[in-house]
C-alpha cells in the first residue's frame, strides 16, 4: 500500500538515483524559528489555537445568549428547551433501550439516624453499576435524591459525598449515591492485581475515545447509569416515585446538569462546583475530560445556562464557591441569563445560587444549603439545616461487589466492550466516504481553489544551490501556518513536507531534504497549525505526552463540531494551492509524519487536481485498534474523529 511505503527506503532510492547531491553544511536552524515573529497580530504563537478556537466559540455562545434573552412566553421558553434536549440527545447517539435492571442488596447496615443498603444492578445486560443507598430509620415512602459522584477515585465511599447522602437521610430523605466508571469499584480494566488500571479521569478520556470514533461520548454511559439509577429508586416501594431530586459536586455537578436537564423526572436540582460559562470555562481552565465535552456543544450554542433553562421552571439551586477553577464570574453570568428565563414564566424563586467562600469541593456550607433545598422542594420543609457528628462508612465497608470491583461479577462488561460490540456491527455497513461529504465528517474548512498567496514572505538565502524562503500561510482568519520553501535551480515536482515534531526538525536531517532538492523538488515544509512555533502547552501537561499533543486543543475544535485532523486537511490543501500557484494541471506530493497522514490523504481526497498523492512515515494505528485496544494504549487524541467509524476506518480513505 502507497501510504504505508517508508519514507526511509524512499530517500534510499532517491540518493541512489541522485549521485550528484553530496554531503554539506547542515541546513541553517535560524532560518526554521521564528518565523510568526513577523507577523504582527499574532504576539504569543503558542496562544493560537486556543485564542482562534475560542473566538469562534464566544460569537455562537453571544447568538444563543442574544436568543435566551429573548424567550418571554411559556410557548417559546417550551419550543426553546425541545429543541435543546433533541440536540443534547442526538449528539449522545441517544439511549440504549432499556433492560432488567436485575438488582441484588448484598448487604445492609445502620449509623446514626440512618440505614443503608448496598445495591448492585445492571445499567444494561451485565454492565455492573455499584450504589449505596442511604435511607432514613422509618419505613417510608420516602423522597430519594439520585447523588452522582465527582471524580474522587474511590468513588461513592468519599467523606464528603458520605457525609451529603447521610445528611439526607437524617432529614427524611433517601439518597442514591452511585460509582462513575473508572471509580470506586467500577474499574473499567484491572491491573494484574484487581486494581482499577486508570482511576477517575484518565481512565475517562481512554474510554471515551472510543466513544467518540463511534459517534456517541462517554456522557451517554455516564447518563444512562444516573437514568437507570431512577428506575432503580422508582422500583422501590419505601421511595416515593413523585418526588425525585439530584445534586452533585464536580464532575458529579456535571452529571448532575445533565441529568437534570434531560430526565423529567427530576423535580428538584442542585448542581455543585460545575456550573459556570462555556466562555468563561475556555478562557480559564479550558476544556476537561471526555464526558464533560459534547460534540458540537459550543457551535450549536448549548452554554451552561441551557442545562438550567432545559427544566425551567422546575426548582434549581447552583452551588458555586469564590475559589473555584470553575469560573464564579461564569456561574453568576449563568445564573443572570437563566434567571431571566425563570421570571418571565412567573417562577423567579425557584431558582437560586449560594456562593461559598471556598475553593472546589463539597464543603459543609454547600451540603447543608442543599439539603435545605431539597426539604423545601421535596418535603414543603424549610428550616435551618445542622449536619451534625456521625461516622461514615469505611471503603471497604462501602463494596457492594467481590474483591470491591465489578469485573469481578460473573459475566460483567466493561465501557471498552460495548465499544467492540457497536464497532462489529458499525463494520457492516463501512464504505469510503464520497469527497464531497469527507469535509464535513472531519470538520474541514471550505477548500477554495486558485493560489494562495502567503501572508507574509521573504527571501532567506541559498543552500545547496536552492533559493530559500521563509513565509506565512494563511489557511483561515487568525490561523498562521510558518514555512520554509526551498527551490532548487531546476524544477522536476512539488512537494509539502509536514512533520508531526515541526518544521524545525524535519529540516533538522538535512539528507532528507537534500534527497528532495536532489531529484529537483521544489520542497515546502510547513508547521501545520498546532505544532511547531504555533505548538499550545495545555493547563494540563501530564496528559499532553500520552494523547499525542495538546488534548485541550482537540477538545476546543470538538466542542466546534471540528477536528485537528480537519483542521490539518484545510491546512494542507492551503498549502497544496500556494505551491501550485492555482495552475491547471499542476499537482504536489505530500510527504507526512504520523498523524498528519490521516489529513494528508483526507486533504489528497478533498483536492485531486492539486495533490497527486501521499508517503507516509510512521502511520497512525487504525481508528479500529483504538476501540479494541480496550485502554491498554493511549490514543493519539488528535487523530480521533468523531463518528467517523460509523463510516469507515483511515486506511479506506488512501485507497483508490
Known amino acids: 500500500m502507497r501510504h504505508l511505503f517508508p519514507l526511509s527506503l524512499f530517500l534510499a532510492a532517491v540518493l541512489s538515483a541522485a549521485p550528484s547531491v553530496r554531503a554539506q553544511d547542515p541546513f541553517p536552524a535560524e532560518w526554521a ?60 447517539a441517544g439511549f440504549p433501550e432499556r433492560t432488567p435492571l436485575n438488582p441484588q442488596i448484598t448487604g445492609r447496615g445502620e449509623g446514626n439516624g440512618f440505614r443503608y443498603e448496598k445495591v448492585v444492578f445492571e445499567s444494561r445486560p451485565k454492565f455492573f453499576v455499584t450504589a449505596l443507598l442511604f435511607l432514613p430509620p422509618d419505613p417510608g415512602p420516602h423522597p ?39 471509580q470506586g469499584e467500577r ?25 467518540i470514533l463511534l459517534g456517541s461520548n462517554l456522557a451517554q454511559v455516564r447518563v444512562w447509569d444516573g437514568m437507570r439509577a431512577l428506575d432503580y429508586l422508582e422500583s422501590r416501594e419505601d421511595i416515593d416515585r413523585t418526588r425525585f ?32 460559562s462555556m466562555k468563561r470555562l475556555l478562557e480559564t481552565i479550558g476544556p476537561q475530560d471526555a464526558e464533560q465535552n459534547i460534540f458540537g456543544q459550543t457551535a450549536f450554542g448549548m452554554d451552561h445556562a441551557d442545562y438550567v433553562c432545559m427544566r425551567a421552571p422546575k426548582p ?49 456550607l454547600l451540603r447543608q444549603t442543599t439539603i435545605r433545598w431539597m426539604r423545601r422542594w421535596l418535603l414543603g420543609k424549610d ?89 506565512v500561510l494563511q489557511p483561515e482568519p487568525g490561523v498562521f501556518l510558518p514555512a520554509v520553501r526551498i527551490t532548487p535551480a531546476s524544477v522536476t515536482g512539488l512537494r509539502i513536507v509536514a512533520c508531526r515534531q515541526g518544521k524545525a526538525a524535519w529540516l533538522g536531517k538535512a539528507d532528507a531534504l537534500r534527497a528532495l532538492v536532489g531529484r529537483g523538488e521544489d520542497v515546502l515544509v510547513v508547521d501545520l497549525r498546532d505544532t511547531g512555533e504555533t505548538f499550545s502547552v495545555s493547563a494540563h501537561k501530564p496528559w499532553d505526552e500520552p494523547f499525542g499533543g495538546n488534548w485541550q486543543t482537540f477538545f476546543r475544535a470538538y466542542l466546534l463540531g471540528r477536528s485537528q485532523t480537519g483542521m490539518w486537511t484545510s491546512d494542507l490543501a492551503c498549502c497544496a494551492n500556494y505551491l501550485t500557484g492555482g495552475r491547471e494541471g499542476e499537482t504536489c506530493r505530500i510527504t507526512a509524519t504520523e498523524g498528519f497522514v490521516i489529513a494528508a490523504h483526507c486533504a489528497a481526497a478533498l483536492a485531486p487536481g492539486r495533490i497527486a498523492g501521499v508517503d507516509a512515515e510512521a502511520p497512525p494505528r487504525t481508528w479500529e485498534e483504538t476501540v479494541l485496544s480496550g485502554g491498554t494504549e493511549y490514543p493519539d487524541l488528535s487523530t480521533v474523529v468523531h463518528g467517523m467509524l460509523n463510516v469507515c476506518d483511515w486506511p479506506a480513505l488512501a485507497r483508490p
Open 245 to 276: 431530586g439530584c445534586c452533585g459536586n464536580s464532575g458529579g455537578g456535571t452529571l448532575s446538569s445533565y441529568l437534570m436537564a434531560l430526565d423529567d423526572r427530576i423535580y428538584c436540582a442542585a448542581p455543585a462546583c460545575y456550573l459556570t
Open 33 to 92: 524559528s521564528e518565523i510568526l515573529k513577523n507577523v504582527p497580530e499574532l504576539p504569543d504563537p503558542s496562544n493560537m489555537m486556543a485564542a482562534f478556537l475560542n473566538a469562534r466559540a464566544s460569537e455562537a455562545l453571544d447568538r444563543a445568549a442574544a436568543r435566551r434573552a429573548e424567550l418571554t412566553t411559556p410557548e417559546a421558553v417550551a419550543a426553546y428547551q425541545e429543541e435543546m434536549k433533541a440536540f443534547f440527545i442526538r449528539q449522545l
Open 383 to 471: 428550616d435551618p439545616v445542622v449536619e451534625g457528628e456521625f461516622d461514615v462508612l469505611t471503603e471497604e465497608e462501602s463494596h457492594c461487589a467481590p474483591g470491591g470491583q465489578v469485573l469481578n461479577l460473573e459475566g460483567a462488561r466493561s465501557v471498552y466492550d460495548l465499544n467492540r460490540d457497536q464497532l462489529d456491527t458499525l463494520k457492516k455497513t463501512w464504505r469510503k466516504p464520497e469527497p464531497s461529504d469527507l469535509a464535513a465528517l472531519v470538520g474541514a474548512a471550505e477548500i477554495a481553489d486558485g493560489a494562495a498567496a502567503p501572508l507574509w514572505e521573504a527571501e532567506a538565502g541559498t543552500w545547496a544551490g536552492c533559493a530559500v524562503r521563509r513565509l
Open 187 to 211: 474499574g473499567q480494566l484491572l491491573t494484574p492485581d484487581g486494581k482499577t488500571a486508570h482511576p477517575g479521569t484518565t481512565g475517562h478520556m481512554l474510554a471515551g475515545t472510543g466513544c
Open 144 to 182: 430519594a435524591v439520585l447523588v452522582p459522584c465527582g471524580h474522587s477515585e474511590n468513588g461513592k465511599a468519599y467523606e464528603n459525598y458520605q457525609r451529603l447522602c447521610i445528611g439526607f437521610a437524617r432529614n427524611g430523605m433517601a439518597a442514591l449515591i452511585y460509582d462513575p466508571v473508572d
Open 316 to 364: 434549581t439551586l447552583m452551588c458555586c464557591a469564590t475559589k473555584d477553577f470553575f469560573d464564579i464570574q461564569g456561574a453568576w453570568d449563568t445564573y443572570r441569563s437563566a434567571k431571566r428565563v425563570f421570571g418571565n414564566l412567573g417562577f423567579p424563586e425557584r431558582l437560586d445560587l449560594v456562593e461559598a467562600n471556598e475553593e472546589h469541593g463539597y464543603t459543609p
